[in-house]
């Protein structure tokens, strides 16, 4: 890209709320479950039918806002959206405008040459619409289709909506944001925010302007988002298509678009028609939200130290890079806790990113004082060290029945295999007599098929040097 | 204050997913017009300085446990469909609606 | 014989408890009544079997749902609706024992003041067939009138009970906003709809008020009464300080036999005991209208929107594609006021609109609210025509949607405050009742019960329409 160009990106993040219910009625929340066989008169907008707000979703979203740094509303508004669509049953979605549940905040994202600081504008509280399935067309897209299947099962679920700040300046930047915005919110426990289970998507907003150039010049809108890939893509493809456009002297549209993986371009969603009107009022079927002061403090105490300061922290023993990954890999706090048992920092990210991550188990599955015996232990044999952590997850695991397994290194009971190795491989001994030393390593190797493993590496180097010298 | 002309009618019109017929078109413009007028008193106050009135009741903070209830049996979720396929609600296709 | 032109609630009670007369006999009254009758008067949409109890008959106003009995709104739209779930006041009723008798007829959504705007043609005045019986509610107010009900339940937005009750010559409540769950009642304007009792005396409406009362966890809105409901049974008004505000005493449009009614009334407090005095809320009842009828269509906009026919009710099968199939299925299935209240309500909505119309209204609300509790400071209930004419002809007002809006002149303004109010017949004026509405601070209905029983036995008013007394 022109050096003369600069990337702008926002996002504004939907997850689905970890609730068993919906957002406004009792329905209990079933992914996957037999079509229309979770509604009732609320959520299918039944003449008569009322909202009842979810509690649990607003802590969440309280919670999520503390985690962010967001100012929580003295008094939040619900308010209705109104738009027609098959999918929102009632005509409007109950969402918040004016007065949304979280105020501005930020995200900060650490990188290796310092902090970017991302503003939240703020998050808000508001139900998911339904699912259309459209069918009988070719592409199973809406235009071209037979007709139109709907399944209400989804509508009414509770969604977090985050918006940020245009504060982004690459497609990188908008990812690594991402990545850790979704991180807080796991481990928050508030949502699972899975993209390919539809429980998170973005909109992501693009645009460009020249260097030094101020204020935003229209943007694009890739909506619905599920893919940390395509998002990746999408915003890159966006990117360079408006640089081509403007290059060629056209101007671009606040539109928008759909990304297609498969051409890697972009096309307008829909034909330029009039922007919708929303008529956005508070929703008299509910009252304001005024959080309680005692409710705010309790949520902050359940809120962990988030990833990004967690970064920052291990940054100093362990440099950004192994920090960086222990956290964004949901591992560090096996690895804080085997320091904590006494585990060199070094040592434990080691094991924790090399030997524990090759297992494909859960950190906080791990017998962690167990383990850390055995990290202790110091000159376990290889195959100690990788039986010890394939177990580490099992109840039983028992740091005494590897830490025993120490590696040979008496010469007096290596001496043997030591001798039938060199007996059996005269070639080699001849080639390492004759200069080339790199064959040594074979015959440390052999040693320790013959010993099964159990003989210390090191140890079977020297002695061998020892005897090859030796015997001439 | 404002006049409701034609073109507005029928933006309003396609707003609420109203197909007006053109009689409808010409006696509600009127109507609506005369409405207006009348409505429009609200504007002779200088309210600046007060606040709206949402609610009549100053109630604050009604929200429910997230303790699930029991939804409805599928068949009668689908009892008044207009249209259905299996389970389903059944709509014609549209790229808006 | 049970006369059901005089039979009350209460008295039914006492019969049923005392075995002198069973369920059967007292259902099979009123179906006979209603065989007799309704043919001309039209107060029922759809008249249910006796499922076999042993409670007390009641109407229902055909906006509020009651799950397997078909529920149309007044409207084309809801034709074969059948709800799967009963309103929450239904559930009451029923806990009590009471028995759904029938749906009643209403102007189309609630929308109107004569039920002229009732799909299903309009219900006529048991007082005189000629002319309406008020609206929206005119079917329940003309079915007890008419001996064709015990009571009845009914909504209020603008005036849709206190309205009907004073044309039908019967006792009708509008409680205070959030005092009635309206869960399962169609939604006309969320911020100003209620349910209320219609019933043929003072202590019934007491009685019915109690039952459907207090907060409900299906309804945001709701809260628990500060107090029980009190079946008055006091002769005299001493100690009470009744306010007669000017603009809604004196204003153009009140009929001379109205306003003579009315006055007799207020002078009959005096002799009751009740200290009363003049009063002024300037702007109430200018403004009350222009604000009412923003706000509610509005609202109401946005209510309509779920009637689109892709889950229940009317579907146009004209058109090919979905915009079509809405747009059809909207402008087939409503009638004239509600199209002319969902375009006026989008409009106060749209970009560009909203504060001027909409949010402005919203602060003018502020103002009525703030009128009228000055005024309780140094009054207990506030005192007026309930409309400022009695029953007008059939059509004669039909055409003209601003005359129609008129009626609400005077039930309005403490609509929009979400005050109760006690419409109570006061006299008849050309052999048509004239009804008094009583206006009292929010949670104020034993007060309202108080003077309005107090003033009915005074009045000795017969609410038997003339013409059905033999």
């Known amino acids: 890209m022109s050096a003369d160009w600069e990337t702008i990106v926002g996002l504004e993040v939907h997850a689905h709320l970890k609730t068993r219910t919906k957002m406004f009625c009792r329905c209990e929340l079933e992914y996957g479950a037999a079509e229309n066989t979770r509604t009732c008169p609320v959520c299918l907008a039944h003449p008569g039918a009322l909202p009842v707000a979810n509690g649990r979703a607003i802590e969440h979203t309280i919670k999520l806002g503390l985690a962010l740094d967001c100012e929580i509303a003295s008094s939040a508004v619900f308010a209705r959206k109104n738009y027609f669509y098959p999918d929102l049953p009632k005509g409007y979605q109950i969402s918040q405008y004016e007065a949304p549940l979280c105020g501005p905040g930020r995200l900060v994202v650490p990188t290796a040459d310092g902090d970017e600081v991302v503003r939240i504008v703020r998050a808000h509280l508001e139900e998911d619409a339904a699912k259309t399935v459209h069918a009988g067309g070719a592409t199973g897209r809406s235009v071209g289709a037979d007709y139109s299947l709907v399944d209400f099962n989804r509508g009414g679920t509770p969604l977090l909506e985050i918006v940020s700040e245009p504060d982004l300046r690459s497609s990188e930047a908008a990812l690594r944001f991402l990545r850790l915005l979704r991180q807080t919110i796991v481990e928050l426990g508030v949502s699972d925010a899975e993209m390919e289970k539809g429980t998170m998507r973005a909109d992501v907003n693009v645009s460009v302007r020249k260097r030094g150039e101020e204020g935003y010049r229209p943007r694009w809108e890739l909506k619905n988002m599920n893919s940390f890939t395509f998002i990746g893509r999408g915003i890159e493809a966006a990117v360079r298509e408006q640089i081509a456009a403007y290059e060629r002297g056209e101007t671009i549209e606040q539109s928008t678009y759909d990304y297609d993986p498969d051409t890697d371009k972009l096309t307008v969603h829909r034909s330029k028609e009039e922007a919708d009107d929303y008529r956005y009022f508070p929703e008299p079927d509910l009252v304001p939200v005024e959080p309680p002061a005692e409710l705010v403090e309790r949520l902050r105490a359940e809120v962990p130290e988030p990833p990004g300061a967690r970064i920052r922290r291990h940054e100093h023993s362990l440099g950004f890079d192994v920090a960086y990954a222990l956290v964004t890999t949901e591992r560090d706090r096996l690895y804080a806790s085997l320091v904590d048992e006494g585990v060199p920092p070094g040592s434990s990210a080691k094991w924790v990113m090399n030997d524990f991550a090759a297992t494909g188990q859960r950190p906080e599955d791990v017998k962690v004082h167990e383990m850390a015996l055995v990290l202790k232990a110091g000159n376990l044999t290889r195959d100690a060290l990788t039986l010890a952590t394939a177990a580490s997850a099992s109840s039983g695991f028992s740091a005494a029945d590897y830490t025993n397994r120490t590696a040979v290194s008496d010469a007096s009971e290596l001496g043997p295999a030591i001798d039938a190795v060199l007996a059996a491989n005269p070639q080699q001994v001849e080639t390492y007599r004759g200069g080339k030393e790199g064959v040594l390593g074979f015959l440390v190797g052999q040693v320790m098929k013959e010993t099964q493993g159990k003989a210390d590496a090191k140890v079977v180097n020297a002695l061998l040097r020892e005897k090859l010298a030796q015997d001439v | 204050m404002a006049n409701i002309d034609r073109e507005q009618l029928l933006h309003v019109a396609r707003l609420a997913r109203l197909e007006l017929r053109e009689d409808e078109v010409e006696r509600l413009g009127a109507q609506l017009n005369d409405i207006l007028a009348a409505v429009s008193k609200v504007s002779e106050l200088d309210l600046s300085d007060v606040p709206p009135t949402s609610h009549p009741l100053d109630v604050v903070n009604v929200w429910a446990a997230d303790e699930p209830h029991a939804s409805l049996p599928v068949e009668e979720a689908l009892a008044n469909a207009p249209e259905r396929e299996g389970s389903f609600f059944k709509v014609p296709p549209g790229g808006s609606a | ?470």
């Open chain 3, 1 to 470: 014989m049970i006369d059901t032109l005089r039979l009350t609630a209460e008295e039914a009670v006492r019969l049923l408890r005392e075995k002198e007369v069973s369920g059967a006999e007292l259902y099979a009254a009123y179906r006979a009544a209603i065989d007799e009758r309704d043919p001309e008067l039209h107060c029922y949409l759809h008249v249910c079997e006796d499922d076999g109890g042993e409670g007390i008959p009641i109407a229902i106003k055909d906006v509020i749902g009651t799950r397997g009995i078909p529920t149309t709104a007044g409207s084309k739209i809801l034709e074969h609706y059948v709800p799967v779930y009963d309103a929450t006041v239904i559930e009451r009723c029923k806990a009590h024992g009471l028995r759904v008798l029938g749906k009643t007829n209403t102007d189309e959504f609630a929308m109107g003041s004569s039920t002229e705007n009732s799909a299903y043609g309009p219900s006529r005045n048991p007082w005189d067939p000629t002319r309406v019986p008020g609206g929206s509610g005119g079917g329940s107010a003309a079915a007890v009138s008419a001996g064709l009900a015990p009571w009845a339940l009914g909504s209020d937005t603008g005036g849709s009970i206190k309205q009907p009750s004073a044309l039908c010559g019967n006792v009708g409540l509008r409680p205070t906003y959030g005092t009635v769950s309206r869960y399962g009642a169609i939604a006309f304007a969320s911020s100003l709809d209620q349910i209320g009792p219609v019933a043929r005396n003072v202590r019934d409406c007491a009685l019915l008020y109690s039952i459907i009362a207090g907060r409900d966890p299906a309804d945001s809105t709701t809260v628990e009464l500060p107090s029980a409901i009190e079946l008055p049974d006091g002769e005299d008004l001493k100690g009470l300080r009744v306010g007669v505000p000017r603009e809604f005493n004196e204003h153009e449009a009140i009929e001379p036999g109205v306003r003579e009614a009315v006055q007799r009334a207020i002078e009959l407090c005096s002799e009751l005991g009740a200290e009363v005095g003049d009063c002024s809320l300037p702007h109430s009842v200018e403004y009350g209208m222009p604000c009412y009828y923003l706000i509610a269509p509005a609202e109401a906009s946005s209510n309509l929107a779920r009637y689109d026919g892709v889950r229940f009710g009317y579907r146009s099968r004209s058109g090919s594609d979905r915009l079509e199939m809405y747009e059809r299925t909207r402008d087939e299935g409503f009638g004239e006021e509600p199209k002319r209240r969902i375009m006026i309500g989008t409009y106060a909505l749209s970009a560009g609109y909203y504060d001027a119309y909409y949010g402005q209204a919203q602060k003018v609300r502020t103002v009525l609210a703030r009128e009228h509790a000055a005024a309780f400071e140094r009054f207990d209930v506030l005192i007026s025509p309930t409309s400022p004419t009695v029953a007008f002809k059939l059509g004669s007002r039909a055409e003209n949607p601003l005359a129609m809006y008129l009626s609400d002149l005077l039930t309005i303004p403490s609509c929009m405050a979400g005050l109760p109010g006690l419409n109570v017949p006061c006299g008849l004026s050309e052999g048509l009742p004239v009804g008094l509405q009583l206006i009292g601070p929010q949670f104020s209905e034993n007060t309202l019960f108080r003077m309005g029983y107090a003033l009915e036995t005074a009045i000795g008013f017969d609410p038997v329409p003339a013409r059905l007394s033999t």
